[in-house]
């Protein structure tokens, strides 16, 4: 069955970085694009970026650009989310979706 699995959250001070990586399978990656989503305490889920299937098209929230960058290997059947410069308003649970899947999220914790 298709499956994505979120890894690579944490906690991290103002000002860092984190990768996030989400690993799929049961689908032929290569033929989906695939999005990141974050959900803060109290707020509703927001689409982060979007990547295309060969990944040769990435789109972002307009207020994430320049920050986080969303990539992908499908040798590897798996998509990055870069994250850098995080603010204490990044704090939310993030998740891989893409083949009418979703994961079960990874807290990213941006904190001092």
Known sequence: QVQ???SGGGLVQPGGSLRLSCAASGFTFSMYGMNWYRQAPGKERELVASI???GGRTTYADSLKGRFTISRDNAKNTVYLQMNSLKPEDTAVYYC???GAWG??????VSS
Not at 104 to 109: A, D, E, M, N
């Open 97 to 99: 979706n893409g083949a």
């Open 104 to 109: 079960q999220g990874t807290q990213v914790t």
């Open 4 to 6: 994505l699995v979120e």
């Open 52 to 54: 295309s299937s060969s």
